[in-house]
């Protein structure tokens, strides 16, 4: 489906979401989410990545998420096709290669970019490791195998979670040159959580937790 005339991606209507016996880290939140780089700000515990889960449609959450004219409770699966969620964290993928991993996450991406993920590979000097399993790699190869598959995407939304823990300084300057070129696009929006402050790249909005309004 395409998106409405306001050009809104992730529509978010009335949105709550926490652990039980806790204090909501979201409450009724509303908002419209454009495209372009989005910061979503917390220290660290602030529950940033329980947020981005949400928002990719895997931690159960009160309110309504509609991302690219599709609603998350009307149809889940065609919701989840519409994003990617950097989720670097998990071993999910671990006991394949970094190239079957690529492969696994842009599955059914008929968007997906051969030739910008070539580029990310080089920017982010991945080349020696593609035929490795991901249990091979440092934390910060293994997150940039992930945050490589995510800026070639062509979904609509990209979730990256703390996208430098772990990197080299050359990699961060090609993950912001990544997000600039998003940042200038109306093609995407990507939600980037982090406890620092992002000043490399223009933004467009900022969302502070906790979030409780």
């Known amino acids: 489906m395409t998106r409405n005339a306001a050009d809104v991606i992730l529509r978010i209507d009335d949105l709550s979401v926490g652990h039980p016996g806790a204090a909501p880290l979201v409450a009724h939140w509303s908002a419209a989410i454009r495209p372009g780089v989005t910061l979503l700000h917390g220290d660290t515990g602030s529950g940033k990545t ?6 990719a449609g895997l931690h ?7 991302l690219n004219g599709v609603a998350l409770d ?9 994003r990617v969620f950097c989720e670097p964290a998990t071993d999910a993928l671990d006991q394949v290669t970094a190239r079957a991993a690529t492969a696994m996450l842009s599955d059914g991406d008929a968007a997906f970019d051969p030739a910008r993920w070539d580029e990310l ?6 080349g020696p490791h593609l035929d490795k399993p991901l249990y091979m790699l440092s934390t910060g190869s293994k997150r940039k195998v992930w945050l490589a598959a995510a800026l070639a995407s062509g979904r609509p939304l990209v979730l990256l979670d703390e996208p430098t823990g772990g990197l080299d300084a ?18 995407r ?3 980037v959580a982090s406890a620092e402050r992002i000043t490399q790249v223009a933004l467009a909005g900022t969302v502070e937790l906790p979030l409780r309004t």
């Open 74 to 82: 009307a149809d889940a699966a065609a919701y989840r096709r519409q």
């Open 50 to 55: 329980t947020v981005l889960r949400a928002l």
């Open 189 to 191: 929006a990507v939600i």
């Open 121 to 126: 590979v080089a920017g982010f000097a991945l």
């Open 170 to 187: 050359p990699s961060i300057r090609c993950l912001w040159a990544a997000l600039a070129r998003v940042a200038a696009s109306a093609q």
């Open 60 to 66: 159960a959450a009160a309110g309504r998420l509609t």
